[in-house]
């Protein structure tokens, strides 16, 4: 089977900052790659390489076996990438059915009463319907997550990025948010960045660690988790909990 | 939707009534609205939903008046069945130009239209063929029924207000409307769902032009005669932007709302008030200036929502009200 994504010696710099150095790493359908790293590491630089908002300076990605390196960030999102941003990206004038009825209609290629179906199947899954007619821009922290996570989802992507979706949520929150995530796992491959252990154990059947834009473990959550690396990494920055 | 259908066949009627309704001064000044509305609102097409600032869109208004006075006069036509050409050959210069401009982003876009908008007023300035800086009067006009001249110059302009204002109401309804507000928006979010912003831009770009150098082409048919100065004259673009910033840019109502205000303003001080225009500039500054402080986004956007007014409501109800589904409620009263 054709891996879902191919990162191939993945190379960006800004100036003299590195966010990716020489990254290879590959994901399958129906699994989950947690990603950790202290604040500035590369992570959502990353995320920006996959779904083309920056350019790579060297390496390939293909989605599906197909190389789309040089392909443009919307064109990617209809082949079927999904990506809830760090900071929630809404359509702060548009209503929250408005929102995901976009990425339904664009990055999915639904029209008319399918892109509504959808969009409504979605906004219930994520636990937004009540608020369907709500503009985005006045909804609360968890439901900007939860709208994230739905236009990603509404975009009927092959692969979703997760950038610290539950970061900022109350415990309770992460647990809903978790719920949410392990329901779409399997008709997906994911990337999750995290700072959340137990969120990250729940849901990823590897992780990855990023230090400077390099890959420096991968392997099983309980493994990278308890690794001497890991605790040396975040020795002292449990203040990224909050970031 | 219902209401929205009856105002606006009683305003289609009124226009066509209008003729019998306003005195000769009245109907050249209800003209002169309409056309700047129109204008106004293709501006606020650009600006508002696609996030193009243009400080040269009187390069529309000129090359539409040209384009109708040139073609009319070459093939000895009446210049209300060349009025097409206009929004044509603005249409084609916009295509052409938006490649380069395109890769300019914000403050240069603007300043590079500026600059276009100069070179071409210079080059016609100095076009012997084009009249030269004394211009071109409409030698066509003798096919024209100048008893009837005003009133269907009125029903032009209605028509081209109501259009545009009807035309954009129904885009915003369609699915690429609302990737247009989608990327007003956020058009890095845009993006990352699959609008294609750059097409989306594109599109509106020629759009804009277009319906800008009709409306250019009814207002210079109206004087019968065009000059270099007058066509290209930045105050049309700095019109177009007063009335869109105050009245609510990226709103449909925004531009209506800012004709009002801007004519209404020129009436009281010019007319009533028997000041100079040089006062009514600074009037004009002095409200811009006002509203800005108050609501950066124009006087529609806080109205509409202090008092929950719909008036070209372009908005999707969610299909079904939904019942609460599970746990939605548990989470939501979390946040
Ligand atoms: N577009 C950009 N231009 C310049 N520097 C950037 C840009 N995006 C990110 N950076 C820098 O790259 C580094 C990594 O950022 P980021 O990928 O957001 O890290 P993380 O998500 O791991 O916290 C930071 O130092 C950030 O300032
Ligand atoms: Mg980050």
Redesign the interface.
Known sequence: MVDVLRVAGLCKSFGVIRVADDLDFKLALGECLGVIGPNGAGKSSVLNLI?G?IRADAGSISLDGRDITHVP???R??LGI??A?QIP???????A???V???A?????L?G?AA??W??DV??RT???????RIAGA?????RK?LEFA?AL??KPRLILLDEIAAGL?E??VE?LI?IIAGVKADHAMIWIEHIPHALRAVADRILVLNFGRKVLEGPPGEVMDSRTVKEIYMGLTADDAA | MKGIAISYAVTAALLVAGPWLLGEGGLRFATECLLILAMAQMWNLLAGYAGLVSFGHQVFVGIGAYGLFLISDTLDLSPYWVLPIAPLACAVVASVIALPLFRLREAYFSIAMWVFSEIVAALVTKAAWLGGSAGLPLRSSRLLDLDWFEPVLFWIAGGLALGTIGGLFLLMRSGFGLGLMSVRDNDLAAMSVGVDVQRNRFIVFVLSAAGCGLAGAVSFLGNLYVSPAAAFDVNWVVYMMFIVMIGGIGTLEGPIIGTVIFFGLRELITDQLGYSAGWYLVALGTVAVIVMLWSPRGLWPPLRDRFGLKLLGVGRTAPTAPDVPPLAGKVGQLG
């Open positions: 779904v908002l960030a919307h064109r999102a209809r999904g990506r941003f990206q809404p359509f702060p004038h548009l209503t059915y408005e929102n009825l976009v990425a209609t664009y990055g999915g290629g029209h009463s509504a179906d969009a409504m906004l219930g636990s937004l319907a009540v608020k369907a007619d909804l609360p922290l968890i439901d939860s236009k509404a975009s109350t309770p929150e809903r719920e």
